[in-house]
T-cell receptor
Framework: NAGVTQTPKFRVLKTGQSMTLLCAQD?????MYWYRQDPGMGLRLIHY???????AKGEVPDGYNVSRLKKQNFLLGLESAAPSQTSVYFC???????????FGEGSRLTVL | AQSVTQLDSHVSVSEGTPVLLRCNYS??????LFWYVQHPNKGLQLLLK??????LVKGINGFEAEFKKSETSFHLTKPSAHMSDAAEYFC?????????????FGQGTTLQVKP
């Protein structure tokens, strides 16, 4: 039982490049989230999904896109990376009965 | 609107002494409240949660938190700090009136434990 798995764990991009972060869960949770973590700012919600085929904007959605084609996967895309997107990205799922979040171990992205 | 404020960005204690990490919240509804811990280079892990049952909530590793509605607080405590408690701690509020998943995180408190 892997829980929540993020790939890749580390990536360095040049400004303007694109990339996709993959989040996979085996917990059968409906809700999935993408957060970014920056020093002194806690975690900020980028996008989230309440079920297969649905997505919604969070607090800081600009510059990112997401897709939830399958229940177990939630993809986060950067179309044209900018240095301001240098961050640690966390995927999470939630148990809708308890509200508890389950996190992946993070993906560290550096944009030069 | 919901919000959460962690009153200390950094707390330093000696091993064996009590820990107090402070959290105040603002919510239009009866909230669910959580404390999460993040060890270096790791994801966040749930310590404990309050969901309108007992106001004193016990969590893992000897931590507990008390929900005080009159003070809109949910402070995290531990009687005796251990070196392994050194980590970053996040207070989180979840509005129970909605299932949108828009959880609100505090800015985090870094706990340092000195030998």
């Amino acid at each position: 039982n892997a829980g929540v798995t993020q790939t890749p764990k580390f990536r360095v991009l040049k400004t303007g490049q694109s990339m996709t972060l993959l989040c996979a869960q085996d917990m059968n949770h409906e809700y999935m989230y993408w957060y970014r973590q920056d020093p002194g700012m806690g975690l900020r919600l980028i996008h989230y999904s309440v079920g297969e085929g649905t997505t919604a904007k969070g607090e800081v959605p600009d510059g990112y896109n997401v897709s939830r084609l399958k229940k177990q996967n939630f993809l986060l895309g950067l179309e044209s990376a900018a240095p301001s997107q240098t961050s640690v990205y966390f995927c999470a799922t939630s148990d809708t009965n308890t509200g508890e979040l389950f996190f992946g171990e993070g993906s560290r992205l550096t944009v030069l | 609107a919901q919000s959460v404020t962690q009153l200390d960005s950094h707390v330093s204690v000696s091993e064996g002494t009590p820990v107090l990490l402070r959290c105040n919240y603002s919510s239009s509804y009866s909230p669910s409240l959580f404390w999460y811990v993040q060890h270096p280079n790791k994801g966040l892990q749930l310590l404990l949660k309050y969901t309108s049952a007992a106001t004193l909530v016990k969590g893992i590793n000897g931590f507990e938190a008390e929900f005080k509605k009159s003070e809109t607080s949910f402070h995290l405590t531990k009687p005796s700090a251990h070196m392994s408690d050194a980590a970053e701690y996040f207070c989180v509020v979840s509005p129970t009136s909605s299932n949108t998943g828009k959880l609100i995180f505090g800015q985090g408190t870094t706990l340092q434990v000195k030998p």
